[in-house]
């Protein structure tokens, strides 16, 4: 037999249609026996590169990899977006004892440095408070 093997499927999603989702895409299919995590994570990684170096000539550097004890310490989730470089600053001991009890009451109060917004209107900052109460972000307010 053989002990692993990889196959590219069509899928179709037999769920309720998402704004955020395609009704079908292409996924990489793998069997994979007696491995470990290192062992998927090359391989893939190596499929990758392979492929897009030989279909289109691209040519990708090492795959950054994040533990997610780093990733939900930086970023609060386990897939963040790398591109915007917008960790999270613990600001619990800075923001406690004021005398704000959202703050007072908060096992954990982080915030974002955004560069740039100190500049923005209040109108303008009224429409990121709107986006950040919006479903997709969850957040109760924003603080700025």
């Keep these: ?3 692993r093997y990889f196959q590219i499927v069509k899928c179709f999603r037999d769920e309720e249609l ?3 989702r395609q ?3 292409t996924q990489i299919d793998c069997e994979m026996s007696f491995v470990t995590q290192e062992d998927i994570l090359n391989t893939f990684e190596t499929m990758i590169h392979r492929i897009f ?3 289109v000539g691209h040519k990708f550097d090492k795959f950054q990899r994040m ?3 780093v990733a939900m310490r930086d970023y609060g989730i386990d897939k963040p977006d790398l591109r915007y470089g917008m960790k999270l600053k613990n600001l619990t001991e800075l923001a406690k004892g004021k005398g704000l009890k959202m703050f007072d009451e908060s096992e954990l109060v982080v ?3 955004c560069e740039g917004l100190a500049k923005y209107s209040k109108k303008k900052i009224k429409e990121l408070e709107k986006l950040a109460k919006d479903q997709s972000i969850g957040a109760s307010g924003m603080v700025w």
């Design 67 to 69: 533990p997610y004890s």
């Design 1 to 3: 037999g053989i002990d």
């Design 18 to 20: 998402r704004a955020d």
């Design 53 to 55: 170096e030989r279909m």
């Design 111 to 113: 915030g974002i440095v």
């Design 23 to 25: 009704p079908e895409f």
